[in-house]
């Protein structure tokens, strides 16, 4: 027995190796995850780096904006037709809205009526006197001179008889009155027919001419307000707002509909100052639309306020410097983009732009 517990003992010390062999095995297995482990943190402390260290994108966004029109009357009335729609392309000089006001339609035609009158005055003047006037006014001259030749003789001879004592004085002096009252009817009847013959006065053809051209002017100035009844699109443009249906009365200044030029298209930024000095009018610069599926467009720069309009949400206050002021900058498209519309959104990554 103690033979055999000897033999088993020696088979196994052979298959075991020795001591020094085994941890030399232990050694080597331990250094390969240890140096795996060191290459992981080595990987991830140059990423962290790499990631601290790259400046982050500043990204700008911006807005698509337009020339606006607000169309509003100059007159009051009812409306008559709007025969646009909104959405709808109208060319310049369309037919936006038609308002009725039948008291300054009723006022115009009082007004040509009184240019017939001063026209019928001017016409009278410019003719002078009928023929049948100038031959009265020649026949009450002819009387009045037979008149004044016979006061003249009846004077005379009455004269004559108070100077022989045949004549009281008394008949001499009424024989002396109708003579001065013969001869100043002469003359009155002198004046009439000069008048008749020369016609009216250079002042009253004046008159009569300015009556004519005032009521002229009140006529136009009565259709100025009729044409403006019907209210016309300035350019070509397109229907953004409709803000009046027929039937609907409307006061002058009152907007009656808004118009976008979508072919004075451009792309609007708030740009803080620090960001300002590295743009200048004429820089170009390509912009993504996301409306457009982030369509890359080609903008360039053609407007910069001059007055920062208000403080940014980057305020350094807290910091003890200054706060931001934000500009407004304006930037068009360089080449057309038809899709373009107003309020579309744009961006940019302003440190790669």
């Known amino acids: 027995m103690t033979e055999s517990y000897m033999e088993n003992t020696a088979s196994v010390e052979a298959r075991q190796p020795s001591a020094p062999g085994n941890r030399a095995l232990r050694g080597g297995a331990t250094a390969v995850p240890f140096a795996i482990v060191v290459l992981i943190a080595a990987a991830v402390a140059g990423l962290s780096v790499f990631y601290l260290l790259k400046p982050q994108p500043l990204l700008v966004q911006g807005e698509v904006d337009a020339t606006r029109f607000d169309i509003a009357a100059r007159v009051d009335g009812r409306v008559k037709d709007v025969p646009v729609a909104r959405g709808e392309n109208v060319a310049a000089g369309a037919v936006l809205v038609s308002i009725d006001n039948p008291e300054t339609v009723a006022k115009r035609d009082q007004m040509k009526a009184g240019k017939a009158v001063a026209d019928a005055q001017l016409a009278n003047v410019t003719a002078g006197t009928r023929p049948e006037t100038v031959a009265a006014r020649k026949a009450e001259l002819s009387r009045a001179q037979a008149n004044l030749v016979l006061a003249q003789k009846t004077f005379d001879r009455v004269r004559t008889l108070t100077e022989q004592g045949n004549a009281p004085q008394a008949r001499l002096d009424q024989a002396t009155d109708s003579l001065h009252e013969s001869e100043r009817a002469v003359d009155q009847a002198q004046s009439a027919y000069d008048q008749a013959v020369n016609g009216y006065t250079k002042e009253e053809r004046n008159i009569a001419k300015a009556n004519v051209e005032k009521a002229e002017a009140d006529i136009r100035t009565v259709q100025s307000i009729i044409d403006q009844l019907v209210v016309q699109a300035p350019i070509a443009s397109q229907v953004y707002q409709r803000n009046v249906e027929p039937?609907?009365?409307?006061?002058?200044?009152?907007?009656?509909?808004?118009?976008?030029?979508?072919?004075?298209?451009?792309?609007?930024?708030?740009?803080?100052?620090?960001?300002?000095?590295?743009?200048?009018?004429?820089?170009?610069?390509?912009?993504?639309?996301?409306?457009?599926?982030?369509?890359?467009?080609?903008?360039?720069?053609?407007?910069?306020?001059?007055?920062?309009?208000?403080?940014?949400?980057?305020?350094?206050r807290a910091t003890g410097d200054f706060d931001l002021r934000t500009f407004s900058v304006r930037a068009y498209p360089v080449q057309p983009v038809p899709e373009l519309r107003p309020g579309m959104s744009a961006y940019l990554d302003w440190r790669s732009r």
Do not use: C
């Not at 200048?280 to 360039?300: E, H, Q, S, W, Y």
């Open 247 to 316: 039937g609907e009365y409307v006061a002058p200044g009152v907007p009656l509909m808004s118009l976008i030029n979508l072919d004075d298209l451009w792309i609007h930024f708030d740009l803080r100052e620090d960001l300002l000095k590295e743009v200048k009018v004429g820089d170009r610069f390509d912009v993504r639309i996301p409306a457009l599926g982030d369509r890359k467009v080609t903008v360039a720069v053609k407007l910069i306020a001059s007055k920062g309009e208000y403080v940014s949400w980057r305020a350094t």
